[in-house]
């Protein structure tokens, strides 16, 4: 129920919103270097759906569509309590996106003949899974057919988590109550989306490489591109460090600040801090196969032959207005992001939206902010 809200954020978001969306300074104006371009996106619809912030629904947007024609657009608050403008180029926790991260650390693996991805989890991380387990291969972890259940968890919502939001839980703990619960389903009979499989894949990369993740992360993908804003907080540290805009979700009726959170039990599977510019690198470069070589790229873009298979190597498939999109979502609490393009790159999208829902089912925030860029 969103029925109250603190008096000072109250105040702040009602400054703002009488404000509107064409109040200087706290909207910047959308850049449309393409937007009347006839193949170019559909600049109208998207100035509309950043129209209006901060509401209810969200503080702050940012937004970058690309490849045939481009346009920018950030609008809303860095802060309901000051009023500030959103950053363009702030920083926020991009949630899931960090499986693309995670999957194309693996690939590049493959691709060197350090794994195998059909070899299996039993082989790389022996101890592990129990003898209940049958044999689970990494191609399996990367496309979400494991057979492994969720594992622990300090809340599945946000209000349950939010009062354990400074605690710890290691990704081996979260390993650890997997693997005790059995086997969810036989490997490779059902597709289970979840974060479990990329937790498991974040300890191979480690086994295998002798490395931290992080440090994997940042020599494989983040160096290489450029994408200098962008890493993995250090352990528990519950902060964005850097320019970032404030994260809010609706608790018991308040809009309660929850930028602040150790995401330390995600790590592999949901950790990651960047922007969109960063993010847009990220997506350009993967589907250039610069990141990630021929034929292991491949694995991306190839759906497991399971009933409803809708995930491949961390990508998700969708078909919108004719068209088949490769992208991937990511949410925590306060934070909502998109990486999604077509494969030819014609049309690409990244964005950021400070979502006070963030961790629902995205499907009102995906209408609004995601779809009018592949209106035409």
Not at 44 to 67: F, H, K, M, N, S
């Amino acid at each position: 129920m969103r029925a109250r809200v603190p008096t000072a954020l109250a105040a702040s978001l009602t400054l703002a919103l009488a404000a509107g969306p064409l109040a200087a300074p706290a909207f910047a104006a959308p850049v449309a270097a393409s937007a009347h371009h006839s193949s170019g996106p559909d600049a109208d619809a998207l100035r509309a759906a950043i129209a209006g912030l901060p509401d209810a629904d969200a503080t702050a947007a940012l937004l970058r569509v690309g490849g045939e024609g481009t346009w920018k657009g950030t609008a809303g608050v860095r802060d309901v309590r000051t009023g500030a403008p959103a950053l363009e180029n702030g920083r926020f926790r991009a949630g899931s996106v960090t499986k693309v991260v995670t999957a194309a650390i693996v690939l590049q693996l493959a691709a060197e003949g350090r794994v195998d991805l059909d070899g299996t989890v039993q082989q790389y991380l022996p101890g592990l899974l129990t003898a209940d387990f049958k044999p689970v291969t990494v191609r399996q972890l990367l496309n979400y057919t494991s057979g492994l259940g969720p594992g622990a968890s300090l809340g599945d919502t946000v209000e349950e988590g939010y009062p354990h939001r400074f605690e710890t839980l290691t990704p081996r703990q979260v390993v650890a109550a997997s693997v005790a619960e059995g086997p969810a389903h036989d490997p490779g009979t059902r597709q289970d989306y979840g974060n479990i499989h990329y937790t498991v894949l974040g300890l191979l990369i480690e086994k295998v490489t002798g490395d931290s993740y992080a440090h994997q992360a940042a020599v494989r993908i983040f160096r290489p591109l450029g994408m200098r804003a962008s890493s993995f907080p250090v352990g528990a540290d519950p902060r964005v460090h850097g320019p970032h805009n404030r994260g809010y979700d609706w608790i018991d009726g308040e809009l309660t600040d929850v930028t602040d959170w150790n995401m330390s039990d995600r790590w592999a599977a949901g950790d990651l801090i960047s922007t969109t510019a960063d993010l847009q690198r990220l997506l350009v470069g993967l589907f250039r196969g610069r990141v990630v070589p021929e034929p292991q790229l491949r694995e991306m873009f190839t759906l497991p032959d399971v009933p409803g298979a809708r995930y491949a190597a961390a990508l998700e498939r969708f078909e919108l207005h004719g068209r088949v999109i490769w992208g991937k979502t990511g949410s925590r609490p306060g934070y909502a992001t998109v990486i999604a393009a077509t494969r030819d790159l014609s049309r690409t999208l990244v964005y950021s939206v400070d979502s006070t829902d963030a961790k629902g089912d995205g499907q009102a925030t995906a209408e609004r902010f995601a779809y009018p860029a592949f209106n035409r």
